[in-house]
């Protein structure tokens, strides 16, 4: 399954021998069941900075139970991301407008 856009998309998750993998900060791919909570944000950053792609898990191409229940889990929460991505870049720009437009309007010297 394809998420998001363009020809340059990186796989942060694959499906290899009944087994998942998601791509490390190496750019190597690591098994799912040695996942940190670093590694997790350094998937949610590349999701949120690149046009990403996953594998889509299924009962024929996933049969290891343990990597089955966390690529799922995490198939599910970055399919999520990539579909909000949009609309939570546009809600972070509405933060920060009124500051932005403060200090247009205000410039601090130098």
């Keep these: 399954m394809r998420i ?14 009944n087994q998942g993998f998601f791509l490390d900060v190496d750019d190597s791919y690591r098994s ?10 350094a998937i949610i950053n590349r999701v949120v900075e690149n046009e990403v792609t996953f594998d889509h898990p299924t009962e024929e191409n996933l049969k290891n139970q343990a990597h089955k229940v966390i690529y ?3 198939f599910k929460k970055l399919s999520d991301l990539v579909a ?3 609309q939570l870049k546009d809600e972070s720009e509405r933060a920060y407008l ?12 130098e």
């Design 84 to 86: 909000r991505k949009e």
């Design 4 to 17: 998001g856009l363009g020809e340059k998309s990186m796989k942060i998750l694959k499906i290899d021998n």
């Design 98 to 109: 009124k500051e932005y437009e403060r200090y247009k309007a205000n410039p601090i010297d």
């Design 72 to 74: 799922q889990s995490l």
């Design 32 to 41: 799912v069941d040695k996942i940190d909570k670093e590694r997790l944000l």
